[in-house]
């Protein structure tokens, strides 16, 4: 595992990965940008660790807990390791990140998911877009609810999200007055509702 996850590493062409590289004969840790990768003989971990002397800065929604994964084959942990670089590196993917593990804590679960980047015209370019997220078919608990939603992560840190019914007319929603993530969780954790029509929200 360890000498595979060397020739893996070593041929990502970005000099981040030879900075912080450090092996022993039965480990290898390795500081990619803000996320760790440790490997032993049998698993790959990969994380992000604020408590780690190595990690530049320390992130709001994000930490060791919600990050941590391990893997018993170099190429999903190579590519968690990317993604997780995004995560640590941009205030949307980090929200995204977050939401999505929330929504494990509270045991809202959806067996669809849409994920895109949104945008208005002419504002095209990669740091003005948010990510747009289609949730449906979902259950709160073990109960399934009528509704399903949309979340939008934006680039200053907000958020939006709606409500809509499993088949809705055009452009029919119900929007969450709050704009915080951790408000927006606790606002559908509170919301003690089956169906559209009776979530507590104006109609747009």
């Not at 990965?17 to 996320?35: A, E």
């Not at 968690?80 to 679960?109: A, G, K």
Request: with cysteine.
């Amino acid at each position: 595992m360890i000498e595979k996850l060397k020739y893996a590493l070593f041929s990502i062409p970005d000099y981040e990965i030879y900075r912080r590289y450090f092996q022993t004969n039965d480990s290898i840790t390795i500081y990619y940008k803000n996320v760790i990768v440790k490997a032993s003989s049998q698993k790959v971990s990969v994380y992000y660790d604020p408590e780690e002397p190595l990690i530049a800065k320390e992130l709001k929604y994000i930490n060791k807990e919600n990050t941590i994964k391990t893997f018993d084959d170099i190429s999903s942990a190579i590519n968690y390791m990317n993604y997780l670089s995004l995560v640590t590196s941009d205030i949307r993917y980090t929200l995204y990140h977050y939401f999505l593990h929330q929504l494990e804590e509270i045991e809202l679960n959806y067996n669809f998911l849409s994920f895109g980047l949104a945008g208005n015209y002419p504002n095209f370019s990669d740091k003005d877009l948010s990510i747009r997220c289609d949730l449906g078919d979902l259950t709160v608990g073990k109960k399934k609810v009528k509704y399903n939603i949309i979340i939008i992560f934006n680039n200053d840190g907000s958020c939006r999200l709606s409500f809509y019914p499993e088949d809705p007319a055009w452009n029919e929603e119900k929007i969450c007055p709050e704009r915080d993530v951790d408000k927006t969780i606790e606002y559908i954790l509170n919301l003690k509702v089956d169906h559209y029509k009776d979530i507590p929200l104006i109609q747009s």
